[in-house]
């Protein structure tokens, strides 16, 4: 920043100087680089809160089909074992088959 200098002995009229420190505060740099570290955190704990809950989802719906699954195939082979023994409970017919 481009401003006037204070006056110092031996200059015989105010003088322009450049201060870059002029401005700026003190640890504004350090300031930004926490800043740009606690977003990426935030962003990462954000991200992963959206793996967790999308897991968990995916999770029940899986444990739901596989529910059904287990439920329909021991009702098929409840249904095999009832044809199954079927026969053996029916009477046997009398007389040769011709």
Known sequence: MIRWC???RGLPAPVLCYDAGVGTRVGSR???VLGGLGLAALLLA???A???TE??????ER???LRRLDTALRDHQRRLMEAEMAPAQAPAKAGPAR
Do not use: H
């Open 6 to 8: 204070p006056r110092r």
């Open 46 to 48: 954000a991200y992963l």
């Open 30 to 32: 350090s300031r930004r």
């Open 50 to 52: 959206g793996i967790l």
């Open 63 to 65: 444990d739901a089909v």
């Open 55 to 60: 897991r968990m989802r995916f999770d029940a």
